[in-house]
Structure formats: C-alpha cells, structure tokens
C-alpha cells in the first residue's frame, strides 16, 4: 500500500499512474482533486497535512488496509514562497514550515506503529538540489528541504531494527515541477546548470521509487536525480 501525499499536482500526479503499476495507491490531496485515472487500485483522500487530528483520523480509517499491507509512504506534498530574507513574512515562514516538514512528521510519525507492528516499512522524503544549494530567495524552501535531510537520518536510525528505511530522493529540475511555473529568463538560467541541458524524466523518479522500496540496505541516504548538477 503506498500513500502519496501531493498526488493532485507537481510531479506527484505525473508518477501516480505509474505507482498504481506497483501497488495500491491512496492518494492524497488538499485543495486540487485528484484527476480520475479509472483505476480499481486508487483510493483518493482529502486531508490537510497541518492537522494532526485529521492525519490520526485518516491513518483510522485505513486502518485495516494499512494491516493487512506492506505500507509505503512517499511526501511530495510542497508549498514553494519565495522571498529575501530581510523582507520574508513570519506567515509565509511558518506555512511553509508547516507543509514542507510538520505534515511530512506528522504523517510518517502517525504511520509508523503500523510499519513497526508489521516489521517492514519504507519512508520516502522527496527533497530538493535547488533547496539544498541554498538558491537565492529561497530561505524557507532551502530551509524545509534541508531539514528533511535530517528528519530522514534520524528515522533511519531509529526504526531499521524494524526493517524500516527512510530515504530522500532530492530532485533536481523536471519539466512537470514547480519547472514548468517559472519565468522564461530563470528557466534558461536552470537548465545551464545542468551539464546535458536536458530537464528530468518522470520514469527517473519512478525508478528510484522502486529501487528504494525493494532495498533493505539503502537507509538514510539522499539520492540526487538532478543530470549532475
């Protein structure tokens, strides 16, 4: 059973027919619905990831699901609000905060009785080679992909007795990411950075998804899937 959060857009809703290929899917969104696939295999959620009682009612009412499934969660949940740090607003500090990392803690922290319970769990964080550059701009967004980093190593440590492993796959530039919503000018200046000049493929990602859930060795690693960058 994989749980995919930020299913509804980005690259989230690009791979999500390609994981319903791997497993059953319960997809979860916020404001933008998930678009229709016609699949037997894909359960579609509304839930807010900065409501801790929300996420405890949702892990409730898959409760059996999750039990009688290997479980796999996957964040692609992300806000992205740019701003100079001199100038950056507490409000849009603490929202990306409480998307980018409090949702992703909150979610895997409530998940995680379940993987421990059945000895087998996979934790996958989907960071960030822009945010770890520390791009100008970027200080929240840096500051959450960052973090999420160290979230990941810790949960590596703590649970791989129970065959659980936390990995974070740090992206790089896809034409389906936030990419796609740039201005004309900083596209160019991103794709130069990459040595090939070409952007990301969705298959890529999907790769690296299945090579993470089929590895019991590879724990608290961060893999970049960024064209060398």
């Not at 359960?43 to 405890?56: A, G, H, K, M």
């Not at 409530?110 to 996958?124: D, E, F, Q, S």
Request: aromatic share 6%; hydrophobic share 40%.
């Amino acid at each position: 059973m994989i749980v995919l959060t930020g299913a509804s857009g980005g690259i989230g809703k690009v791979i999500l027919p390609y994981l319903l290929d791997i497993d059953e899917v319960i997809g979860i969104f916020n404001k933008t619905q998930i678009q229709h696939l016609g699949r037997n295999n894909l359960v579609c959620e509304q839930l807010d990831l900065e409501n801790s009682i929300e996420i405890r009612a949702f892990v409730n009412k898959f409760k059996n699901k999750f039990k009688s499934s290997r479980v796999i969660v996957i964040h692609f949940a992300a806000v992205k609000i740019d701003g100079l740090v001199a100038n950056y607003s507490e409000t849009d500090w603490d929202k990306m905060m409480s998307v980018n990392l409090k949702g992703n803690f909150l979610l895997t922290q409530a998940l995680l009785p379940i993987m421990v319970n059945k000895k087998w769990g996979r934790i996958i964080h989907i960071s960030s080679r822009g945010g770890e550059c520390g791009d100008i701009g970027t200080i929240a967004y840096s500051t959450t992909k960052t973090g999420l980093i160290g979230m990941s190593r810790v949960l590596a440590k703590e649970y791989a007795r129970f065959n659980i492993t936390s990995n974070v796959l740090a992206l790089g530039h896809f034409e389906s990411g936030l990419y796609s919503k740039l201005s004309d000018t900083l596209k160019e200046t991103l794709i130069n950075q990459i040595p090939s000049k070409t952007l990301g493929q969705t298959a890529d990602v999907v790769r690296a998804i299945k090579f993470l859930i089929e590895s019991q060795c590879v724990n608290g690693a961060t893999i970049n899937i960024d064209g060398g960058i």
